[in-house]
């Protein structure tokens, strides 16, 4: 079992930019593949960045490569998302999510979720 909680969203201008977070907590967090999803209105929720266990393999969407990173850092348990060059069309609820072992990048492969946190980016 692990838990997640989200936080570091908000609503900044386009061009702009968030650093979101994502706490996990339970035992042997450090060993799930770990990664950011977001959901906009009427929309599936979608990939946005996934990263393995040690964090040297990453997956990025093709729409926020160049611009987004994602990172983890195993020590206290933490993952983030650092988003640059922000657009409208990132607008979404972004959540975390986790799933043990290897990475996935389709959303039903992953068994734990947090809350989400809200991004909203004007034009």
């Known amino acids: 079992q692990v838990q997640l909680v989200e936080s570091g969203g908000g609503s900044v201008q386009s061009g702009g930019s968030l650093r979101l977070s994502c706490a996990a907590s339970?035992?042997?967090?450090?060993?799930?593949?770990l990664g950011w999803f977001r959901q906009a209105p009427e929309k599936e929720r979608e990939a946005v960045a996934t990263i393995g266990r040690l964090g040297s393999s990453t997956y990025y969407a093709e729409s926020v490569k160049g611009r987004f990173t994602i990172s983890r850092d195993n020590a206290n348990n933490t993952l983030y998302l650092q988003m640059n060059s922000l657009n409208p069309e990132d607008t979404a609820m972004y959540y975390c999510?986790?799933?043990?072992?290897?990475?996935?990048?389709?959303?039903?492969?992953?068994?734990?979720w947090g809350q989400g946190t809200q991004v909203t980016v004007s034009s």
């Open positions: 339970g035992d042997g967090a450090s060993n799930y593949c």
């Open positions: 999510g986790a799933r043990g072992w290897w990475c996935e990048t389709s959303p039903s492969e992953f068994n734990y």
